[in-house]
């Protein structure tokens, strides 16, 4: 990889990295199979990444005709990274082998090891026979969108696609790697004001925010819009926060400490709420819910905003939905694309039917909407939240980070990127938007 990284650093042209010899294998951050057991019986909080991430040389698969391979610079941890090193709520292993049996080259990815990452930054060094639109030398990110375009389900919307996965999850050749193996539709253009690491933070948590706030797939958002966001300054609410400042409306953040009320004032986001100074009890037991609760948090919501929040942009799952259901407008929209704290949901229906309002599910994106997000992170429109960065040697360190809720904004992983601020094209372009602006996570972080 030394001589692909040489000339990427140098920028040599796309023909002369396309000549470059390609190495037999490359280095992966990965889980085992035969380690998948190795926290049984553990309570979540204690199954640590650190144990199941391994840090190795693996070897380099064909390239199907529909894919290229990217030199990874950077790339990012992502929430479902830590679900796959803690193997909850399955290992991912079994995404591996349904895939395996689909084609032949699905079989390349029923593997041992499972090579993690949805997110990357870099650089095309080869494109299979059928790719058209990229080539050797192109700067991309990636998003995890993938997809088989050869089947009907996946043409009006491909995230309803009957076999859609997500890369890096529920397939293998993920981002935190040195090299990538993407299919051609998942790359997207890389921010040229950007460098490598606060390039490699945004797809997967930019496109999943965009789609369920500004697509018409999701809530969607109008000019007004009072919206409240849970997690307001973690991977997914620092772009929620944004599309709601962006599209006029009024973000209500939710955050648990204080250094993050700050850094979300910093950001243009008003209305704050600390939870954990609120000390909201809306699980009484660990089978009863308060309604008073509810009322008190609904309470300082109105307090803060005036109304009932039109949105809820919900992830957080078992812990906040019974409020989030509650906490609605009449005919408001609680839009929700996870469940980190627990996935079987309970909430009063009376709040629901009564009061009209609708739960809306949403999953990461499709090409196109990830391609918009993507779009406006290029325009400057969009600020990467990135707070900190690891080398690829301590991605079980990063991904604890994010499994202990010990982070802000976005995690960023060095592959092949030897240190942090390469990978700038438009130096114009980064001071209009404002350095300021575009390090304030990670000038936070520090
Ligand atoms: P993250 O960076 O860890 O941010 C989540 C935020 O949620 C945290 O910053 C935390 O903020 C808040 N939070 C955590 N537990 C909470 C609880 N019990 N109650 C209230 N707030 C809580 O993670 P993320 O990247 O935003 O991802 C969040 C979830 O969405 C994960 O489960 C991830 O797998 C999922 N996800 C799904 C998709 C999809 O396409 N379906 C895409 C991206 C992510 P405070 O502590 O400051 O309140």
Same mark, same amino acid.
């Given at each position: 990889?030394?001589?692909?990284?040489?000339?990427?650093?140098?920028?040599?042209?796309?023909?002369?990295?396309?000549?470059?010899?390609?190495?037999?294998?490359? #280095?992966?951050? !990965?889980?085992?199979?035969?380690?998948?057991?190795?926290?049984?019986?553990?309570?979540?909080?204690?199954?640590?990444?650190?144990?199941?991430?391994?840090?190795?040389?693996?070897?380099?698969?064909?390239?199907?005709?529909?894919?290229?391979?990217?030199?990874?610079?950077? /790339?990012?941890?992502?929430?479902?990274?830590?679900?796959?090193?803690?193997? =909850?709520?399955?290992?991912? !292993?079994?995404?591996?082998?349904?895939?395996?049996?689909?084609?032949?080259?699905?079989?390349?990815?029923?593997?041992?090891?499972?090579?993690?990452?949805?997110? +990357? /930054?870099?650089?095309?060094?080869?494109?299979?026979?059928?790719?058209?639109?990229?080539?050797?030398?192109?700067?991309?990110? $990636?998003?995890?969108?993938?997809?088989?375009?050869?089947?009907?389900?996946?043409?009006?919307?491909?995230?309803?696609?009957?076999? &859609?996965? %997500?890369?890096?999850?529920?397939?293998? !050749?993920?981002?935190?790697?040195?090299? +990538?193996? $993407?299919?051609?539709?998942?790359?997207?253009?890389?921010?040229?004001?950007? /460098?490598?690491?606060?390039?490699?933070?945004?797809?997967?948590?930019?496109?999943?925010?965009?789609?369920?706030?500004?697509?018409?797939?999701?809530?969607?958002?109008?000019?007004?819009?009072?919206?409240?966001?849970?997690?307001?300054?973690? *991977?997914?609410?620092?772009?929620?926060?944004?599309?709601?400042?962006?599209?006029?409306?009024?973000?209500?953040? $939710?955050?648990?400490?204080?250094?993050?009320?700050?850094?979300?004032?910093?950001?243009?986001?008003?209305?704050?709420?600390?939870?954990?100074?609120?000390?909201? &009890?809306?699980?009484?037991?660990?089978?009863?819910?308060?309604?008073?609760?509810?009322?008190? !948090?609904?309470?300082?919501?109105?307090?803060?905003?005036?109304?009932?929040?039109?949105?809820?942009?919900?992830?957080?799952?078992?812990?906040?939905? *019974?409020?989030?259901?509650?906490?609605?407008? #009449?005919?408001?929209?609680? $839009?929700?694309?996870?469940?980190?704290?627990?996935?079987? %949901?309970?909430?009063?229906?009376?709040?629901?039917?009564?009061?009209?309002?609708?739960?809306?599910?949403?999953?990461? +994106?499709?090409?196109?909407?990830?391609?918009?997000?993507?779009?406006?992170?290029?325009?400057?429109?969009?600020?990467?939240?990135? /707070?900190?960065?690891?080398?690829?040697?301590?991605?079980?360190?990063?991904?604890?980070?994010?499994? #202990?809720?010990?982070?802000?904004?976005? %995690?960023?992983?060095?592959?092949?990127?030897? =240190?942090?601020?390469?990978?700038?094209?438009?130096?114009?372009?980064?001071?209009?938007?404002?350095?300021?602006? %575009?390090?304030?996570?990670? #000038?936070?972080?520090?």
């Amino acid at each position: 990889m030394d001589q692909i990284l040489q000339a990427v650093l140098d920028g040599a042209p796309g023909e002369a990295l396309a000549e470059l010899p390609l190495p037999e294998s490359y #280095r992966a951050a !990965f889980v085992r199979r035969d380690e998948a057991q190795m926290f049984d019986g553990m309570e979540s909080s204690a199954k640590d990444p650190r144990k199941s991430l391994h840090v190795g040389d693996v070897p380099l698969p064909e390239l199907a005709p529909d894919e290229a391979y990217v030199a990874v610079m950077a /790339s990012a941890i992502n929430f479902n990274t830590v679900w796959t090193s803690i193997f =909850e709520p399955l290992p991912t !292993f079994g995404f591996l082998d349904r895939l395996g049996k689909e084609s032949r080259w699905g079989a390349r990815h029923a593997l041992d090891y499972h090579v993690v990452g949805s997110d +990357a /930054s870099g650089v095309v060094i080869r494109t299979g026979s059928a790719v058209r639109n990229w080539s050797p030398g192109d700067k991309v990110t $990636v998003h995890c969108n993938h997809v088989d375009d050869q089947d009907p389900s996946a043409h009006d919307d491909s995230i309803l696609a009957a076999n &859609q996965r %997500i890369w890096g999850f529920e397939t293998n !050749f993920g981002g935190l790697a040195d090299v +990538a193996v $993407v299919k051609a539709n998942q790359l997207m253009p890389k921010p040229r004001h950007l /460098s490598w690491e606060e390039s490699a933070v945004n797809a997967l948590c930019n496109s999943t925010a965009y789609r369920m706030l500004v697509s018409h797939n999701g809530a969607p958002m109008s000019q007004g819009d009072r919206v409240l966001v849970w997690g307001a300054t973690g *991977g997914l609410g620092s772009f929620a926060v944004q599309y709601v400042l962006n599209g006029g409306g009024t973000p209500i953040g $939710v955050v648990s400490s204080e250094s993050k009320v700050a850094l979300l004032h910093e950001l243009g986001v008003e209305a704050v709420i600390d939870r954990r100074a609120g000390n909201y &009890q809306f699980w009484k037991d660990e089978f009863h819910q308060d309604e008073s609760e509810w009322r008190r !948090f609904g309470k300082d919501v109105r307090g803060l905003v005036g109304e009932d929040p039109d949105i809820v942009f919900e992830h957080p799952g078992r812990f906040t939905m *019974g409020a989030s259901v509650f906490v609605a407008k #009449r005919g408001g929209t609680i $839009v929700t694309c996870a469940a980190t704290s627990g996935y079987m %949901i309970e909430y009063d229906n009376r709040h629901l039917w009564m009061k009209l309002k609708t739960i809306k599910g949403s999953h990461f +994106a499709n090409y196109r909407e990830a391609w918009d997000a993507n779009a406006l992170v290029c325009e400057g429109k969009i600020l990467p939240p990135l /707070s900190a960065v690891y080398p690829l040697t301590e991605v079980g360190e990063a991904a604890y980070q994010v499994h #202990r809720n010990l982070h802000e904004g976005k %995690i960023g992983v060095l592959c092949l990127a030897p =240190e942090e601020g390469l990978g700038i094209d438009d130096p114009e372009l980064r001071a209009k938007v404002g350095e300021d602006r %575009i390090t304030l996570f990670r #000038r936070h972080g520090a």
